[in-house]
């Protein structure tokens, strides 16, 4: 069982920047492949960005390429998404996700736990 906590969502203004941590129980954190999803009001929820458990694969959403960084610090059992350069279109609950396996994985029902999620909130 991998319990997962989200933090560091708020309110910023676009163009601002954020740093998501999703920190992981259990000991064995190497073994999952990690995954950020959101999810907007009245729409469904969507691949962010996946990272493999040793963090040498990663993969983004054509939607923020270039703007958003999935990272990990398996010593610390927390994977991060820095996110640069946000728009309001990125508000939304994000939410990170873990894999008992060590690959990418881009489809939601790849993922076999899941954190409640943090807002994230941008204005124009």
């Known amino acids: 069982q991998v319990q997962l906590v989200e933090s560091g969502g708020g309110l910023v203004q676009a163009g601002e920047s954020l740093r998501l941590s999703c920190a992981a129980s259990g000991r064995t954190f190497s073994s999952y492949a990690m995954g950020w999803f959101r999810q907007a009001p009245g729409k469904e929820r969507e691949f962010v960005a996946t990272?493999?458990?040793?963090?040498?694969?990663?993969r983004y959403a054509d939607s923020v390429k270039g703007r958003f960084t999935i990272s990990r610090d398996n010593a610390k059992n927390t994977v991060y998404l820095q996110m640069n350069s946000l728009k309001p279109e990125d508000t939304a609950v994000y939410s990170c996700?873990?894999?008992?396996?060590?690959?990418?994985?881009?489809?939601?029902?790849?993922?076999?736990?899941w954190g409640q999620g943090t807002q994230v909130t941008v204005s124009s």
């Open positions: 990272i493999s458990g040793s963090g040498g694969n990663t």
């Open positions: 996700a873990a894999s008992r396996t060590q690959g990418i994985r881009v489809m939601g029902l790849s993922y076999d736990y």
